[in-house]
């Protein structure tokens, strides 16, 4: 019978994704309330070595899938391989990061094994053994409690939901053989920009900029966010206006982003832009229009030229950073 | 080249939502709909081959309410060629409860009899987000899929496809016939000419039942879902609206940080 909690925990260039983390910590606790055990499940190249850091957040078991084959996330190889891991070791219910790439493995991985799986989950109950997850809808407007059917039941966990906390037990570390199965989609070329910067979904702060900016100078904001150890988000106006990449795009076409807080200077708050932050802790806005929609979803609202607040901000912080 | 969309109509993101009586769908009569953002770029991504190609036609395939017709007239004043409305409403006015699995189920009956070369569906639909239905299809009639394409090139029977993945984008290549998902950056969709629009009211669309397709409702809709909602609540109002005074910059700028180290202590 089917038992246990698994995690998949992605490895990237310095260690382990802190969603993988807080994926890994939430396992745990699950696990613990069931009075299973909790195994990781790491895939890749060259990640044996490191894996064996997730014993520190309560893995019981780490199984590693560490082939050459799989040094680029490529979703069908991913999805055949961690199918069968998933197959083999019979766990009950499966958690993962909501990041791109989990969220395309997931997808992949569902459909194999035609299982329910609940995208995005922002909080997790057990009910007889079962797993029930909350997730939000229609751009974080609506709150839907779901029960995921079939065996494993598969969840993905949205950044920056869950607390990480060390709980360091004796671990048993093994390697699956890797057959990659069938792969109809060839990789040609890959383009993965490394920077030591905190991805923008999984940043506690996030200082985005919109129209208001007025240009693709971002210094302030940036200045800002380096100082917070943050990202710097934008909206689709400043994305569109090519002033930004749209991998910083926050809302409904960009990334969903929960950080404690959430900074919004000179954008107006469009329905698509909020859906894209509403489940962050603390949202500011700073707007010279005092009509400006922002306002009825930020928490603190500043009235007055971004140019002016934004250093504000950051001497003000400064100071008390010393 | 003969391309199928696939198209989910959605809540309009500004309309206003209630939850119905029993907290399991949302009350669409007031609700304004639109073709799922993600969609419109598959529409026009769809409409771009077929004039680059000079021949083929563009398919049009929904699941979905009473409702789904207003958005075809939409994607035919657009320039899609022909559309198939599965009409799966259940309940008068109340989403069946489906999911990424009935949902696919549907949309793979459907496809039985259209003849294509390439699939382009959503990379999401904004309702749900699941992320899923283009996976199970895939995986119903064992076609490639690439997700999050932002650029792709056809050459004979194969398609080259630019694709976000995390922190980059990637280049694959596979062949056809095959599926794959619009992530925004692909095009920017077109907005159809008022002669269109009004041209786009006679066109004719085909319009199925579940029955005509052999499919038992006992394994669709809520009965047939993985993902089965058992409450949905509208999200609680934020704490909102505290306008921070002061008689200058620096003096609001002081304030916030205040209130942020102490109120919220995210600082
Ligand atoms: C299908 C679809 C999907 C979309 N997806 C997204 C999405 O994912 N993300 C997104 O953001 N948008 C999205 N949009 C666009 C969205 O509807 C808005 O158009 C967009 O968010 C507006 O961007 P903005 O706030 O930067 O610009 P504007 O609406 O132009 O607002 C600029 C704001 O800056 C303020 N301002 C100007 N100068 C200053 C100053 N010196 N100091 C302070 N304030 C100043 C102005 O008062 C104004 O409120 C989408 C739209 C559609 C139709
Ligand atoms: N009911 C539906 N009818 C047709 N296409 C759909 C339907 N639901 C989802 N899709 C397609 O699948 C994509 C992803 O949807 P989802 O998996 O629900 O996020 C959408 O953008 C559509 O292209």
Redesign the pocket.
Known sequence: MAQGVAVIAEYGNDGFRKISLEAVCEGKRLASELGQNLTAVVLGAEVAEGAAELAKYGADRIIVADDAQLKSFQAEPYANVLAAILQETEPSMVLMGATANGIELGARVAAKLQVGLANECTGFSLENGRLVATRPLYGGRVIAEVDIEGTPQMASVRPNMMKIEENEVPVEISRFAVDTGEVKVELLEENVVVSSKVELTEADYVIS??????GDDFAILEELADLLGGAVG??????DAGWRPHSD???????VVSPKLYL??????????T??ISTSNTIVA????PD???FRVADYCIV??????VPAITKEIRAIKG | MNIVVLMKQVPD?ESELAINDDATGIDSEDVKMAIN?YD?FAIEEALLIKEKDGGGTVTLVSVGPDTVPEAIRVAYAMGVDHAVHVNDEIDEGVYGGADAFTSAKIIVAALKDIDYDLIIAGNRAVDGDNYQVPAHVAEMLGLPLVSAVVHQEISGDAITCKKLIEGGTATVRTSLPAIITAQ?GLNEPRYPAFRAIMKAKKKDFDELELDDLGIDEKSVGAAGAFIKIRKLELAPARTGGRIIEGASPAEKAAALVKLLREERQVI
């Open positions: 900029g919109g129209r208001g900016m007025n934008a909206s689709r106006n400043a994305v795009q926050v809302g409904q076409t960009g990334k919004a200077c000179g954008i107006s708050g469009a329905m698509q832009h859906a894209g700073v707007n010279n229009d400006a929609l922002i007055d030229d971004l140019f002016e607040v | 993101t953002p419109e925004k």
